[in-house]
């Protein structure tokens, strides 16, 4: 299936409100089977990117200090830490703009039926309502421009993307196709998609609402700043060409992954109880506003079996008593402290559950086989005794069941995101080795992104990490083959959509290589951590 070329959401709307009415009209009486499959997944994707993205806003509107109440005379010059915070805002609402524009190409044929266009439709009109209303709040500050549009590679933002977003949303044209959907607005939001006609409404008011008040002295304004050579013409913006693939490679290789069953099962060899997974799936719209090039960690516990050789050591025995159970065996004292997350653990399978992930679902057991099924995935071995891996299973089971936290804010246990259980397993505490991972606040709240730790490898080498494997994705030539530790310490700082770097042709193999690594060694038992420099993230 090919996705409409040309504008947003599908291309523009030619030939004026005729034929806008004629191809609603056409769509509503075809099939509603195309996307039958994908359709409800879509439809709750859709909510879940308008929530995320008021809430930034309301946040933001907290924050005068940050994003000013009131349009400035002058532009303020913030500290650093300040600037990198708005940078942190800006890539959440502009990876959840880019999710948006990609759920609308994805549905943007019109083949999809009344569902299909209803979702086209509201995904459209979601993108540009928040984009309008995050364009308003920065704009009142003359001197954020400059801060957005810088690059930040840890965030995975490239340059001028800020600049780029403007160049679409506040020119004239988009206001002008606008107007014309709208005439279509009540046949679009059919009886096969009731619950987009809320959504629908809002986000179409909220449009009409600016452009009689900032939406065109926001665009008069841009197009001055514009004016002069080539930027007097509307430039076609980086997200463009990035939404498009999101939408092509969703469509094209939705259930599927570049990481074969043939290299989970290589890799499935090398893994050990404690070991912290980082993947990435460039066709996971659900893995949006998470910052950088990684967008995914989870933790290898192992089965009932590995856990019970892997932690029979002395030492860990000798923890295990402390704990209270007197036999010494970890596993039951998993069962007796841990005992509903014990039984979902050991009643799942076939295959068996070995990874502790918090996902759409909350955090929950998944087979490796399923933790795995991704596009580029590297392991970290934390240079930690076994005593201090054992903590951090017993500490992670503990989180299991809990819901996933759409908020990401590290202050509360009631829900989790991917990488607050990573943390939280082998956090620091008084007279208890851990990771001392740092956190970085956004909008008031303390998190930490799956990214960071592939910095940490980067800047600190082995001190806090062992890379045992890194299995590197390559979406043109449609394989993930075996990469070395210095590509992975490049890898954190690659674009957020990484469908955009070049390839070299030369350097693309004949076919899928397995993985083969060898397992790094550990830290011996009783060893402290070798916890480095202190990483700093802007």
Same mark, same amino acid.
């Given at each position: 299936?090919?996705?409409?070329?040309?504008?947003?959401?599908?291309?523009?709307?030619?030939?004026?409100?005729?034929?806008?009415?004629?191809?609603?009209?056409?769509?509503?009486?075809?099939?509603?089977?195309?996307?039958?499959?994908?359709?409800?997944?879509?439809?709750?994707?859709?909510?879940?990117?308008?929530?995320?993205?008021?809430?930034?806003?309301?946040?933001?509107?907290?924050?005068?200090?940050?994003?000013?109440?009131?349009?400035?005379?002058?532009?303020r010059v913030l500290a650093l830490e300040a600037r990198a915070e708005a940078r942190r805002v800006w890539v959440s609402v502009y990876d959840r703009l880019l999710?948006?524009?990609?759920?609308?190409?994805?549905?943007?044929?019109?083949?999809?039926?009344?569902?299909?266009?209803?979702?086209?439709?509201?995904?459209?009109?979601?993108?540009?309502?928040?984009?309008?209303?995050?364009?308003?709040?920065?704009?009142?500050?003359?001197?954020l421009d400059a801060v957005l549009n810088e690059a930040d590679p840890a965030l995975g933002l490239p340059a001028d993307s800020y600049r780029a977003l403007k160049?679409?949303?506040?020119?004239?044209?988009?206001?002008?196709?606008?107007?014309?959907?709208?005439?279509?607005?009540?046949?679009?939001?059919?009886?096969?998609?009731?619950?987009?006609?809320?959504?629908?409404?809002?986000?179409?008011?909220?449009?009409?609402?600016?452009?009689?008040?900032?939406?065109?002295?926001?665009? +008069?304004?841009?197009? #001055?700043?514009?004016? &002069?050579?080539?930027? $007097?013409?509307?430039?076609?913006?980086?997200? %463009? *060409? =990035? @939404?498009?693939?999101?939408?092509?490679?969703?469509?094209?290789?939705?259930?599927?992954?570049?990481?074969?069953?043939?290299?989970?099962?290589?890799?499935?060899?090398?893994?050990?109880?404690?070991?912290?997974?980082?993947?990435?799936?460039?066709?996971?719209?659900?893995?949006?506003?998470?910052?950088?090039?990684?967008?995914?960690?989870?933790?290898?516990?192992?089965?009932?079996?590995?856990?019970?050789?892997?932690?029979?050591?002395?030492?860990?025995?000798?923890?295990?008593?402390?704990?209270?159970?007197?036999?010494?065996?970890?596993?039951?004292?998993?069962?007796?402290?841990?005992?509903? +997350?014990?039984?979902? #653990?050991?009643?799942? &399978?076939?295959?068996? $559950?070995?990874?502790?992930?918090?996902?759409? %679902? *909350? =955090? @929950?057991?998944?087979?490796?086989?399923?933790?795995?099924?991704?596009?580029?995935?590297?392991?970290?071995?934390?240079?930690?005794?076994?005593?201090?891996?054992?903590?951090?299973?017993?500490?992670?089971?503990?989180?299991?069941?809990?819901?996933?936290?759409?908020?990401?804010?590290?202050?509360?246990?009631?829900?989790?995101?991917?990488?607050?259980?990573?943390?939280?397993?082998?956090?620091?505490?008084?007279?208890?080795?851990?990771?001392?991972?740092?956190?970085?606040?956004?909008?008031?709240?303390?998190?930490m992104t799956p990214n960071t730790l592939a910095q940490i490898f980067s800047e600190e080498g082995t001190q806090r990490f062992e890379l045992v494997v890194f299995?590197?994705?390559?979406?043109?030539?449609?394989?993930?083959? %075996?990469?070395?530790?210095?590509?992975?310490?490049?890898?954190?700082?690659?674009?957020?959509?990484?469908?955009?770097?070049?390839?070299?042709?030369?350097?693309?193999?004949?076919?899928?290589?397995?993985?083969?690594?060898?397992?790094?060694?550990?830290?011996?038992?009783?060893?402290?951590?070798?916890?480095?420099?202190?990483?700093?993230?802007?």
């Amino acid at each position: 299936m090919k996705t409409r070329r040309g504008g947003r959401g599908g291309g523009r709307w030619p030939g004026g409100r005729l034929v806008v009415c004629i191809l609603a009209l056409a769509v509503l009486s075809g099939p509603a089977t195309s996307f039958a499959g994908d359709a409800t997944a879509d439809e709750a994707a859709l909510h879940r990117l308008r929530s995320a993205l008021a809430v930034t806003l309301m946040r933001m509107g907290q924050r005068d200090e940050l994003f000013p109440a009131v349009r400035l005379d002058a532009a303020r010059v913030l500290a650093l830490e300040a600037r990198a915070e708005a940078r942190r805002v800006w890539v959440s609402v502009y990876d959840r703009l880019l999710a948006l524009d990609a759920l609308a190409r994805a549905h943007g044929e019109f083949s999809g039926g009344a569902r299909g266009f209803a979702l086209h439709h509201a995904a459209s009109l979601a993108h540009y309502r928040y984009a309008l209303d995050f364009i308003e709040r920065t704009e009142r500050d003359p001197g954020l421009d400059a801060v957005l549009n810088e690059a930040d590679p840890a965030l995975g933002l490239p340059a001028d993307s800020y600049r780029a977003l403007k160049d679409e949303i506040l020119h004239p044209a988009r206001a002008g196709a606008f107007a014309s959907r709208r005439l279509v607005d009540r046949v679009a939001i059919s009886v096969e998609a009731p619950g987009l006609e809320a959504a629908t409404r809002s986000d179409a008011d909220r449009i009409w609402e600016m452009g009689r008040r900032d939406g065109p002295l926001l665009t +008069a304004r841009h197009l #001055a700043q514009r004016a &002069g050579g080539a930027g $007097a013409e509307a430039a076609l913006p980086v997200q %463009e *060409g =990035v @939404a498009r693939r999101m939408a092509e490679i969703r469509v094209r290789r939705v259930g599927s992954a570049l990481i074969t069953e043939h290299q989970i099962a290589g890799l499935r060899a090398e893994l050990r109880p404690g070991d912290v997974l980082l993947t990435r799936r460039e066709w996971y719209v659900s893995n949006v506003g998470i910052p950088g090039f990684w967008s995914h960690t989870a933790l290898y516990v192992g089965d009932g079996a590995e856990r019970g050789a892997y932690f029979d050591t002395p030492a860990v025995r000798s923890w295990v008593v402390a704990q209270g159970e007197a036999s010494g065996d970890f596993e039951r004292l998993l069962a007796a402290t841990r005992p509903e +997350a014990h039984r979902r #653990a050991s009643d799942s &399978g076939p295959p068996p $559950a070995r990874v502790l992930e918090a996902i759409a %679902e *909350g =955090v @929950a057991f998944t087979p490796l086989e399923r933790a795995a099924h991704a596009d580029s995935i590297a392991v970290l071995r934390p240079r930690l005794d076994r005593v201090t891996k054992a903590r951090a299973v017993w500490r992670a089971f503990h989180y299991a069941g809990r819901p996933y936290d759409y908020h990401f804010d590290f202050r509360s246990d009631q829900a989790l995101v991917c990488s607050e259980l990573v943390y939280k397993a082998y956090r620091e505490l008084p007279g208890e080795a851990g990771l001392a991972l740092p956190l970085e606040r956004t909008l008031g709240r303390p998190m930490m992104t799956p990214n960071t730790l592939a910095q940490i490898f980067s800047e600190e080498g082995t001190q806090r990490f062992e890379l045992v494997v890194f299995l590197d994705g390559d979406e043109r030539a449609g394989v993930a083959r %075996e990469s070395t530790p210095e590509a992975f310490k490049t890898s954190w700082s690659r674009p957020k959509w990484h469908i955009l770097l070049p390839v070299d042709e030369a350097t693309l193999p004949a076919a899928e290589v397995p993985p083969a690594a060898s397992a790094p060694s550990e830290a011996p038992e009783g060893a402290a951590p070798a916890l480095g420099s202190q990483h700093l993230m802007e």
